[in-house]
Structures are given as structure tokens and as C-alpha cells.
């Protein structure tokens, strides 16, 4: 079974910031691409940030400058070091991660169960 777990979400205020951690636990063979989504009410779920195995990072222009994502692939953990936080940053955060859980399997995508963070005054 593979759980992806968050933590690290929040009350904040305006211009202040957070940290959020997702660790990846039980058994695979590999983990590929690690990202971070949000949704805030009434919207659709969306990009914040993604980090593949090798390459180059992608962030949504709304966060560009200001979020930063990373990863420990010894520890299975993806990080988001969100800084300059603004009301509009309020959602809810999920971290998702394609992986393998066999050598010969495909890939498949799972989702953590969300952590909220709140920017307000």
C-alpha cells in the first residue's frame, strides 16, 4: 500500500510563510515525478509546483519567485517552501507523486490527503 502523507499547513499571515513536507511510504520500486497542487472553494484543483527525478523544476506564474519546491529522494519527501504568502495562496495543498510500484509496472499517480493553509490577517 502507498500513502503519500502532508504536513506543515496552516494559519498565516500576509507576507509571512510555511513550510509543507510530504513523505511517500510502502512499497515501489521507484518514485518519478513529485509535485504539489491546491484547491480553494469553489475552484478547480491546480499546479503549484512539480519536480521530475532529473531536470528542471515547473511552477505555476502565480507562485513563480516566490514558492520553491524540493526533494529528498533518499527519504522519499517533497518539500514546498512557500515565503511572501498572500491571501489568494488560501487552499487546500495535495501532494502527488507518479511512481512505479514494481519494475515492470507502469506508472501510476497517488494523491496525499490535503493540508490547509491559510493566509489571512
Known amino acids: 500500500q502507498v500513502q503519500l502523507v502532508e504536513s506543515g499547513g496552516g494559519l498565516v499571515q500576509p507576507g509571512g510563510s510555511l513550510r509543507l513536507s510530504c513523505a511517500a511510504s510502502?512499497?515501489?520500486?521507484?518514485?518519478?515525478?513529485m509535485g504539489w497542487y491546491r484547491q480553494a472553494p469553489g475552484q478547480q484543483r491546480e499546479l503549484v509546483a512539480a519536480i521530475p527525478s532529473g531536470g528542471s523544476t515547473n511552477y505555476a506564474a502565480s507562485v513563480k519567485g516566490r514558492f520553491t519546491i524540493s526533494r529528498d529522494n533518499a527519504k522519499n519527501m517533497v518539500y514546498l517552501q512557500m515565503n511572501s504568502l498572500k491571501p489568494e495562496d488560501t487552499a487546500v495543498y495535495y501532494c502527488n507523486a507518479d511512481l512505479k510500484r514494481r519494475a515492470w509496472s507502469t506508472l501510476e499517480t497517488f494523491w496525499g490527503q490535503g493540508t490547509q493553509v491559510t493566509v489571512s490577517s
Open positions: 510502502g512499497t515501489f520500486f521507484s518514485i518519478n515525478a
